[in-house]
């Protein structure tokens, strides 16, 4: 072991070292260079603000995507529910316009069977109601449908009123226009109220009777029957009450205009007045 005065004899010695330490050589000993570290630190915020960034733009594309999916996914469920909506209109418009044309076409069907059509193939349409009177002695007139078939079948329910207990009966009652193109073209055939129906044409203005069929004796001044006109190609045939009174083949007149028409045998008061009603035509194929 050092002894005591020995190691105070160090210390002493150390301290004057100390002392004796030249100033120059404790002012250059070097401090510690930070700046690679701060850049460094620097360039690492720099770097993670920009992940930090990235990614929160990813984020929100990503969130975009799925709003516009979600959009997408919505819009698509509600065409798909439009579209189911309509189809359900559709189905119930056909169900409902099947069961409206079922009686004229078991009518259709019938006559194909009896032979007097050819075909049954065709289009359904209700017409409106007709009501309209007309007063002037042996003279007609005529309403359109908006409808121009070539071939068809037609029926009504139709009534009629006389102004007159004496009306010109074979110049009075309810009928039809068909393949008019204007004035001077066209075939008209009705039920006189004399107990005939008639048939005429009317070809660049010269009307020729194309003839008659009787069905029996009916009420008058006023009265009803069923109508129905046959149109297959040339061949005409007009039905008074489901019974074929008249038929007859022209090819003069093929196509044009299908009109309602009275035929008024008296010029006294509002004439003669006709109502149809239930008027239903098969337009064939």
Not at 107 to 129: I, K, P, T
Not at 217 to 224: E, I, K, L, T
Not at 234 to 240: C, P
């Amino acid at each position: 072991m050092f002894a005591r005065s020995t190691v105070v004899m160090y210390l002493l010695a150390l301290l004057a070292l100390a002392g004796c330490m030249p100033e120059s050589e404790l002012e250059s000993t070097p401090t510690p260079d930070r700046t690679a570290e701060v850049r460094e630190t620097q360039r690492a915020g720099t770097e993670a603000a920009a992940a930090t960034a990235e990614l929160a733009a990813r984020q929100t594309e990503t969130q975009q995507a799925l709003d516009l999916t979600a959009t997408e996914d919505l819009r698509a469920q509600q065409a798909a529910a439009t579209q189911a909506a309509r189809a359900a209109r559709s189905t119930a418009q056909a169900v409902s316009a099947t069961a409206a044309a079922q009686p004229i076409l078991d009518r259709v069907l019938d006559l194909v069977s009896a032979g007097e059509l050819s075909r049954s193939d065709g289009r359904y349409h209700a017409l409106d109601d007709f009501d309209q009177s007309w007063a002037q002695i042996n003279w007609y007139q005529w309403w359109y449908t908006q409808r121009s078939p070539s071939s068809f079948v037609l029926r009504a329910n139709a009534s009629w009123e006389s102004a007159s207990d004496t009306a010109n009966w074979w110049n009075s009652g309810c009928g039809f226009v068909f393949r008019e193109d204007g004035v001077d073209n066209h075939y008209v055939v009705h039920m006189g109220l004399d107990g005939w129906a008639y048939l005429a044409r009317v070809l660049r203005g010269s009307p020729k009777q194309l003839g008659e069929g009787y069905y029996g004796a009916v009420d008058v001044p006023s009265g009803s029957a069923s109508l129905m006109l046959v149109v297959d190609g040339s061949d005409i045939s007009f039905f008074v009450n489901d019974r074929r009174v008249l038929r007859r083949v022209d090819t003069a007149l093929t196509e044009g205009e299908l009109a309602l028409t009275l035929l008024s045998g008296t010029n006294r008061g509002y004439g003669t007045r006709c109502r149809m009603t239930e008027i239903e035509l098969w337009e064939l194929r």
